[in-house]
Nanobody
Framework: QVQLVESGGGLVQAGDSLRLSCTTS????????MAWFRQAPGKEREFVAG???????DYADSVKGRFTINRDNAQNMAHLAMNSLKSEDTAVYYC???????????????????WGQGTQVTVSS
């Protein structure tokens, strides 16, 4: 079972940038579909961005144009660069992995079998 560890969260002001990282322990990282989800207090976990084995990316409408997901197959890592942060981006951000070579990244939590512990992102207005 692949293990995921997120890092890079923190407290920032609106308009600032953050870069989240997800380190994985999987030996076949190149076959994984990776994604970022987030969960704000009192809300359901929601899809933020995903990247498949072939570097195809997908984004939630709320972050499109501001966030960028990428993967480093040499380092077995995925990253989420977040720019122009807004107060509504405040949430716990989770890295997720699916051992599947999908054509596109899944957008629901049930698509992913491995999760990190989450990292808090707080954006003050």
């Amino acid at each position: 079972q692949v293990q995921l560890v997120e890092s890079g969260g923190g407290l920032v002001q609106a308009g600032d940038s953050l870069r989240l990282s997800c380190t994985t322990s999987g030996r076949t990282f190149t076959n994984y579909t990776m994604a970022w989800f987030r969960q704000a207090p009192g809300k359901e976990r929601e899809f933020v961005a995903g990247i498949n084995w072939d570097f195809f990316t997908d984004y939630a409408d709320s972050v499109k144009g501001r966030f960028t997901i990428n993967r480093d197959n040499a380092q077995n890592m995925a990253h989420l660069a977040m720019n122009s942060l807004k107060s509504e981006d405040t949430a716990v951000y989770y890295c997720a992995a699916a051992s599947a070579r999908w054509a596109t990244a899944g957008r629901t939590p049930d698509d992913y079998g491995a999760w990190g512990q989450g990292t808090q992102v707080t954006v003050s207005s």
